[in-house]
Each structure stands twice: as C-alpha cells, then as structure tokens.
C-alpha cells in the first residue's frame, strides 16, 4: 500500500441529466486516477439549488480521498473529470447555474491556500448547508482550519438552512461511507 500523501474533501454536486449516473460516474473516474485513493464517501443528500432561480433540485455527496497530487494539480484533475462528464466551464457559463457535474476541493490537509485558481479551505463551506449536511455524516469531528471550528458546530449554526437538504438513497455505483484502503471493496 503506498504511503504519505494528503486528505482532501471534494464536494459533487449534480442537477441536470441523470444525477445519479452521474455520480457513478465520478466516482469510476476516480478510480481510474492513479494519484488518488477514495476513501469514504458520505450519503447522498437532495438540496434545493442556490443560485438563480428555475433550477432543478441538486443530487449533492462529499468524498474524502488521499492524494500524491499538489493542490493545483488535483484541482487540475477535477476540473478534468467535470470537462470529461460534460461540465460546461464556458465563457457562457452561468455562475452557481444549473451543471451536468460539480467537484468543488473543501479542504487539502490543514493547508490554507490563497491562489486566483484556488482558494482553500473552500471561501463558501460555512455558509452551505447543502455541503455542510454530507460532510458532518463523513467528518463532523473535522476542524475548519481557518475558523477553527469543526464541521458538526458549523452544521448546527446552519440549523435553519437545512431544512432544504432531505436525505437521498444511495445511487448505483456510489460507495458506502468507508472503504477498505486495501481495496477490498465498499464499506457500511
């Protein structure tokens, strides 16, 4: 088993097309990426959309993953997977609009990271609970490391706003929340 490396948090997020194969599909593209290990993945959850209106509910999820990959790099790879899964990144691309498939990097590591492509932690986590609610069923205990605050206590200051995020089933495909880094397969 190969060592070192860094934990990261994506969020995926999808509301167009099939949502569900969608993110079985991510995670196949994953899988595929030898500089990455997923690790857990947490329920999936249905969220009401953020941004402009007429937008279809969102499928949103969070995986926590072990990279070999620097920070841009990664991000670079996301970004690759959107394209491949028919994310339109165009100059006609409306901002927090509707998308075939989101991957947003939360957190790399304890790393602060402060860059014109990259800004990590993610400036909007504490403010999402459609991000928030999947990740404090992955990693509650996980500390925010520019608040210092860990992921159940920004949940709960978000009380109110969760009442948009329902529970969701799992999609076919989509892991169980832990994996066996050995490779044998899904967990509870």
């Known amino acids: ?7 990261v ?11 569900e194969a969608t993110f079985a599909d991510v995670i196949r593209s994953l899988e595929q990426e030898a500089e990455m290990l997923l690790l857990a993945a947490s329920p999936v959850f249905e969220t009401a959309p953020v941004g ?5 509910a969102y ?38 609009g509707s998308r075939v498939i989101d991957l947003d990097l939360l957190f790399y590591g304890e790393r602060c990271i402060d860059l014109p492509e990259l800004v990590v932690p993610h400036p909007r986590v504490h403010e999402r609970a459609f991000v928030l609610a999947p990740l404090a069923e ?36 989509w892991p169980g929340s832990r994996l066996d880094p050995a490779g044998g397969g899904q967990g509870g």
């Open 1 to 7: 088993m190969r060592v070192g490396g860094e934990i």
């Open 9 to 19: 948090y994506v969020a995926v997020g999808a509301n167009l097309g099939d949502r």
């Open 52 to 56: 402009p209106e007429g937008q279809e």
């Open 59 to 96: 499928l949103n999820a969070v995986l926590e993953l072990r990279t070999w990959l620097s920070p841009i790099d990664l991000l670079r790879r996301l970004q690759a997977i959107e394209l491949r899964l028919g994310r339109d990144r165009g100059p006609e691309a409306v901002r927090w």
């Open 138 to 173: 992955l990693a509650p205990d996980l500390r925010h490391p520019v608040m210092g605050a860990e992921i159940s206590e920004l949940m709960r200051a978000l009380a109110g706003d969760a009442a948009d995020v329902r529970g969701w089933r799992r999609p076919p495909g």
